[in-house]
């Protein structure tokens, strides 16, 4: 079990940039932890604000993936990268083709982002098949 702090580490070091077609921000905190955790997550805000859906999406199932893939525990790293393809698969196969949206995994050591833009006819849309979908 990983050391808390007496006050946690609240310096937080961010990160922007665009071009023609994309904007993106990244932040990072220390927060409780002695060392900073092995566990990374992205939230890909998309232009419109509701980029969290697909984030909480993957929230929801990206564990379950890793965690049910036969390379799971011993290789670690197949299990993360079958894990993340799945999740691409999950919804390509769950999203109407015109509803279909980006996914990302980042890899913090290697300091990149592996992603896969899947086509989108309109965010809107996609919005709302979210919102019946998968809202809490």
């Given at each position: 079990m990983a050391t808390l702090l007496l006050k946690p580490v609240t310096e937080k070091h961010s990160n922007c940039g665009s071009d023609d077609r994309l904007l993106f921000s990244s932040?990072?905190?220390?927060?409780?932890?002695?060392d900073m955790?092995?566990?990374?997550?992205?939230?890909l805000m998309l232009k419109y604000k509701e980029g969290?859906?697909?984030a909480n999406f993957c929230n929801a199932h990206l564990h379950e993936r890793i965690a049910s893939d036969p390379a799971f525990p011993n290789n670690i790293e197949e299990a993360k990268k079958s894990g993340f393809l799945g999740i691409d698969e999950d919804l390509r196969n769950d999203l109407p083709p015109e509803h279909q949206i980006i996914t990302a995994y980042p890899d913090v050591e290697k300091?990149?982002?592996?992603a896969n833009l899947l086509k989108m006819k309109t965010i809107e849309n996609w919005y709302k098949w979210m919102d019946e979908r998968y809202e809490k």
């Amino acid at each position: 079990m990983a050391t808390l702090l007496l006050k946690p580490v609240t310096e937080k070091h961010s990160n922007c940039g665009s071009d023609d077609r994309l904007l993106f921000s990244s932040s990072a905190m220390q927060g409780w932890r002695e060392d900073m955790e092995d566990a990374h997550t992205a939230e890909l805000m998309l232009k419109y604000k509701e980029g969290s859906k697909a984030a909480n999406f993957c929230n929801a199932h990206l564990h379950e993936r890793i965690a049910s893939d036969p390379a799971f525990p011993n290789n670690i790293e197949e299990a993360k990268k079958s894990g993340f393809l799945g999740i691409d698969e999950d919804l390509r196969n769950d999203l109407p083709p015109e509803h279909q949206i980006i996914t990302a995994y980042p890899d913090v050591e290697k300091k990149e982002i592996t992603a896969n833009l899947l086509k989108m006819k309109t965010i809107e849309n996609w919005y709302k098949w979210m919102d019946e979908r998968y809202e809490k």
